[in-house]
C-alpha cells in the first residue's frame, strides 16, 4: 500500500530558485507551492512554509531529496515534524480510517488534495509548536507582572522580547492562509467531499482556531507590553524634565545667593 508522508524540514524554502534548477514535470505552481510529478507513480509537493510532501518514495529516496532541497532552506530543524497516511487506491468509494484513505482513483487532483492536507497537518503541529513557546513567554512575563507589579526586564531586553515575539506572531499569521481550501474543490463534488474528508480526519479546522486564539493572547499581551513600555520611557522622560529643571532652580538660587 502506497502513502504520503509530509516533513516540516525548515522554516521556509525558496522555492523560487528551486524551481529554476529541478526539472522534473511541474504539474502546478504558485508563489508558494510547487508541485511535480517525478516519474509515472510518484509525485513531489513542495511549501514555501517549509515542507516538502512525498507520495510513493522511499525512505532513502525521501533523505536523498531533502539533501537536495536543503541548500534552498532558511533555518532547517534538527527535529523534524512529519505527518502520514496510507491510500488504497482502487476502493468503490471514499473512505476514512486511522492514517488511511480509500479512494476510487488518484488522479494527480486527488494526490494533490490528498498530500495538501497531510502538510497542512503537519504545519499546525509546527505553529502549534510555535504558539505554545509564545504563550509560555508571555504567561512568565504576565506572572511577574502580577506578583511584582512592574514588568521583569529591561527597556532594551523588552524591547527585544517584543520584536522577537512579533516577528514569529507574524511568521505564523503570514502563513495561516495555507488552510484555505484549493479552487479545484469548489468545482468538483468527489474533491469536495474528498478535502472536507480530510480536514476532519486531520482535525484542521479545530487545530487552526486553537492556534488563532492562542495568537489573539499573545497579541493583547504584546499590547500591554507595550503601553507598559511606553509608560516607562514617558516616565523617565517626566523624571528627566524634572531633575533638568531643578537643576536649572539650583543653578539660578546659587547664581542669586552667592553670584556676587
Not at 529554476?20 to 513542495?46: G, M, Q
Not at 512592574?150 to 507574524?170: D, H, V
Request: hydrophobic fraction near 40%; proline fraction near 1%; glycine fraction near 4%.
Amino acid at each position: 500500500m502506497l502513502k504520503v508522508v509530509s516533513f516540516q524540514i525548515a522554516d521556509s524554502i525558496d522555492i523560487k530558485s528551486f524551481r529554476s534548477v529541478f526539472t522534473a514535470e511541474l504539474l502546478y505552481s504558485d508563489s508558494d507551492e510547487l508541485f511535480y510529478k517525478t516519474n509515472s507513480e510518484a509525485y513531489i509537493y513542495i511549501f514555501k512554509f517549509g515542507i516538502v510532501s512525498f507520495y510513493n518514495y522511499n525512505e532513502l529516496q525521501i533523505a536523498a531529496f531533502i539533501e537536495v532541497i536543503s541548500s534552498y532552506c532558511k533555518n532547517k530543524l534538527d527535529n523534524r515534524l512529519s505527518e502520514e497516511i496510507e491510500i488504497e487506491t482502487d476502493a468503490p468509494r471514499i473512505k476514512f480510517g486511522y492514517n488511511k484513505i480509500e479512494v476510487p482513483g488518484a488522479d494527480s487532483n486527488v494526490l494533490r488534495l490528498i498530500m495538501l492536507n497531510v502538510s497542512q497537518s503537519v504545519a499546525l503541529d509546527y505553529y502549534s509548536q510555535l504558539t505554545n513557546i509564545l504563550l509560555e513567554e508571555t504567561n512568565y512575563h504576565t506572572r511577574i507582572l502580577e506578583q511584582k507589579g512592574r514588568m521583569g526586564l529591561s527597556g532594551i531586553n523588552l524591547k527585544k522580547y517584543i520584536g522577537r515575539t512579533l516577528n514569529i506572531k507574524s511568521r505564523i499569521s503570514g502563513n495561516l492562509y495555507i488552510f484555505d481550501s484549493p479552487d479545484e474543490t469548489w468545482e468538483d463534488e468527489n474533491l469536495n467531499k474528498l478535502d472536507l474528508g480530510l480536514k476532519r480526519t486531520f482535525d484542521l479546522q479545530d487545530r487552526f482556531r486553537t492556534i488563532s486564539e492562542g495568537i489573539e493572547i499573545v497579541k493583547e499581551n504584546l499590547d500591554l507590553f507595550k503601553d507598559l513600555l511606553q509608560y516607562r520611557n514617558s516616565t523617565q522622560l517626566e523624571w528627566a524634565i524634572l531633575l533638568l529643571i531643578l537643576v536649572e532652580v539650583l543653578n539660578l538660587l546659587f547664581e542669586k545667593f552667592f553670584g556676587h
